[in-house]
Structure formats: structure tokens, C-alpha cells
């Protein structure tokens, strides 16, 4: 069952940016229902994994809609403008729209174990507390208030140059990337790309295999290797390669706000 079926229907040329409601109870079965311990196994492998079908078709269409309305978006920044590739992409403003709050504070508590585990194999001294709101509350206290959630729109040539979504001290090491397109069909090209770099090693590099409502949850910069003398961090960095015809959406989580 899609997150999907817990709407009614969405007419996504006359709901604005903040309508996408989900109603009380419903839409979280994907996430529910997901093998997050296999979930968590993959992360600690290879750094990402893929959640198929979050969300459904009707949901990624309304959110790719909001990308051209005025009002629930703090900036809008032109890629090419900061040496950063070519697309461009839009912060939502708070309060974010019900769909992408939901699911930021939902995908949270299934990651903290993760991340906790990592920045102690790590040798970290920051841990996660179980609720997303009581993180946010810290990354608000030490100045960092702005909403990260994102919507990014590639058109034909546009591309996404490899990087790391940090945004002040206080940094969640993991995050979510939605695709709201249909590979194939709305685009050509423009496959979700990870490298990682491990110390003394040439970087390594990975597509992630995603069809139109699935997501990848990814490393936001580092991640625990055993090696032969214990855990060492891997470098991790990701972007979006050239698309070739079409345009393309995604919808970005982050889960800790910028400063």
C-alpha cells in the first residue's frame, strides 16, 4: 500500500504549497512495513539503501507541482550560479507541507539507531535523541533554524555535481532523496550517484536504482568500514548525472536545519 492511498484525491493544480494532508492514523504502511533491519544492514555495507514506493504517483506529481507556486519556499538557489552543476532547486519554508513533515519526522526514529551506532564505531561523542523534534530543538538552540526539505528540477543537460548537505555543527548522518519522476517516461539520464572514498583507496563509485515514489536513504558524508585494525570512516559523497531529455524532481530530506 502506497502512503498514497491514505489521501484523498489531490488535484495538484489548485492545492497549494501546504495541502498535501495526510489524514490522522494512515499513509506510513510503506514505512511500517519496510525490512528495516535489512535496511540497516545495507547502510552499514554500502552506506545507502532503497525504500520502493514511499509514496505513489498522485502524491509525487502534487509535490513536483508545488516547485512553480510562490508561497512555501524560503529560497531558490540556480545551481550553476555556485559552480554546483546546472538545475536548480527550492528550500520549503516552515511550517513544511504536511506530506514531506510527516514523513522527515516518521523516517527519523527507523534511522537514530543507525546513526547512533555509526558515530560510536566512529569515535563520536554526539548522539541522537529518539524523536526528530527533540533534535531539531537542538540544531534551533545552537542557531540552526532554517528548514533544509528541498524540491530539485533538472532539465535536459542539467546535472548535479557530487557534494555533502552539511549545514552547521549539528549534522544527522543520514538523509532521504524521493524521486517524483519517472525514469524513462518524464526524463532520460540523471541517475542518483554515490562515491566513496576510503583512505589510501581510488573512490568507488554507485547508481542507485530508483523508479518514480521510491526513495534512498543515504550516508550524508561519512560512514563506519571495519577494516583489519577496527572502524575507519569512509568518505561519502553523491549527486545527479547529466540528464539527457526530460525533466526530473526530487524531493530532498535533510534531517538536521541549516544555520
Known sequence: MHIGAAYCEIDRKE??????????????TIIESHDWHAAAGDLDARGWTILPGLIGGAQCDALAALYDRESGFRSHVVMERHGYGRGEYRYFSYPLPPLVGTLR????????????????????????????????????????????????????????????????????????????????????????????????????????????????????????????????????????????SGRRYTLGIIFHDAA
Open 15 to 28: 492545492r497549494d504549497a501546504h495541502s498535501l494532508e495526510i489524514r490522522q492514523g494512515d499513509g506510513m
Open 105 to 244: 519526522a516518521t523516517l527519523y526514529p527507523r534511522l537514530v539507531d543507525t546513526a547512533n551506532r555509526w558515530h560510536a564505531r566512529m569515535g563520536m561523542k554526539t548522539r541522537f535523541p529518539p524523536a526528530h523534534r527533540d533534535f531539531l530543538e537542538r540544531c534551533h538552540s545552537a542557531g540552526q533554524a532554517r528548514p533544509t526539505p528541498l524540491l530539485l528540477r533538472y532539465g535536459a543537460g542539467d546535472y548535479n555535481c557530487l557534494h555533502q548537505d552539511l549545514y552547521g555543527e549539528h549534522v544527522f548522518p543520514l538523509q532521504a532523496a524521493i524521486l517524483l519522476s519517472a525514469p524513462g517516461e518524464d526524463f532520460r539520464g540523471g541517475e542518483f550517484v554515490m562515491t566513496e572514498q576510503r583512505p589510501r583507496m581510488q573512490s568507488r563509485a554507485e547508481v542507485a536504482p530508483l523508479s518514480k515514489g521510491d526513495a534512498v536513504i543515504f550516508a550524508v558524508t561519512h560512514r563506519p568500514q571495519r577494516g583489519t585494525r577496527g572502524d575507519y570512516r569512509v568518505t561519502m559523497r553523491h549527486g545527479v548525472s547529466t540528464v539527457r
